[in-house]
Protein backbone atom coordinates (compact mmCIF):
# COMPACT_ATOMS: atom_id res chain seq x y z
CA UNK A 1 0.00 0.00 0.00
CA UNK A 2 0.83 3.57 -0.47
CA UNK A 3 0.84 5.84 2.40
CA UNK A 4 1.07 9.83 2.24
CA UNK A 5 3.51 11.30 3.46
CA UNK A 6 1.46 12.40 6.43
CA UNK A 7 0.61 9.01 7.07
CA UNK A 8 3.86 8.02 7.14
CA UNK A 9 4.68 10.53 9.88
CA UNK A 10 1.22 9.22 11.73
CA UNK A 11 2.61 5.23 11.49
CA UNK A 12 5.92 6.21 12.94
CA UNK A 13 4.60 8.22 15.77
CA UNK A 14 2.07 5.17 16.48
CA UNK A 15 5.03 2.66 16.74
CA UNK A 16 6.44 4.68 19.40
CA UNK A 17 3.13 4.34 21.17
CA UNK A 18 1.95 7.53 21.16
CA UNK A 19 -1.85 8.67 21.32
CA UNK A 20 -4.04 10.49 19.14
CA UNK A 21 -4.22 13.84 20.91
CA UNK A 22 -0.44 13.74 21.03
CA UNK A 23 0.09 13.01 17.65
CA UNK A 24 -2.09 15.99 16.80
CA UNK A 25 -0.09 17.80 19.00
CA UNK A 26 3.03 17.20 17.28
CA UNK A 27 2.04 17.72 13.85
CA UNK A 28 -0.10 20.55 14.65
CA UNK A 29 -2.96 18.76 13.29
CA UNK A 30 -6.43 18.96 15.21
CA UNK A 31 -7.77 15.10 16.70
CA UNK A 32 -10.28 14.70 14.16
CA UNK A 33 -7.40 15.23 11.22
CA UNK A 34 -5.47 12.48 13.00
CA UNK A 35 -8.06 10.39 13.43
CA UNK A 36 -8.84 10.46 9.84
CA UNK A 37 -5.48 9.64 8.87
CA UNK A 38 -4.98 6.97 11.34
CA UNK A 39 -8.37 5.21 9.76
CA UNK A 40 -6.74 5.88 6.60
CA UNK A 41 -3.59 3.82 7.59
CA UNK A 42 -5.55 0.88 8.98
CA UNK A 43 -7.49 0.80 5.50
CA UNK A 44 -4.64 0.62 3.25
CA UNK A 45 -3.23 -1.76 5.73
CA UNK A 46 -6.57 -3.72 5.97
CA UNK A 47 -5.97 -3.57 9.76
CA UNK A 48 -8.59 -3.25 12.39
CA UNK A 49 -6.61 -1.76 15.37
CA UNK A 50 -3.29 -0.41 15.69
CA UNK A 51 -1.74 -3.25 16.69
CA UNK A 52 -2.64 -5.08 13.44
CA UNK A 53 -1.30 -1.87 11.62
CA UNK A 54 1.93 -1.93 13.28
CA UNK A 55 2.75 -5.40 12.82
CA UNK A 56 1.51 -5.44 9.01
CA UNK A 57 3.80 -2.47 8.95
CA UNK A 58 6.40 -4.22 10.37
CA UNK A 59 6.08 -7.42 8.26
CA UNK A 60 6.11 -5.24 5.16
CA UNK A 61 9.19 -3.16 5.98
CA UNK A 62 7.20 -0.01 6.07
CA UNK A 63 8.97 1.16 9.51
CA UNK A 64 12.20 0.37 8.29
CA UNK A 65 13.14 3.41 6.23
CA UNK A 66 11.13 5.79 8.33
CA UNK A 67 12.30 8.17 11.25
CA UNK A 68 10.69 10.17 13.76
Do not use: C, F, W
Not at 18 to 47: C, F, V
Amino acid sequence: PKLSAREEEVLVLLAEGIGTGEIAKRLYLSESTAKTHITHIYQKLGAANRAQALVTAMRMGLLDHMTP
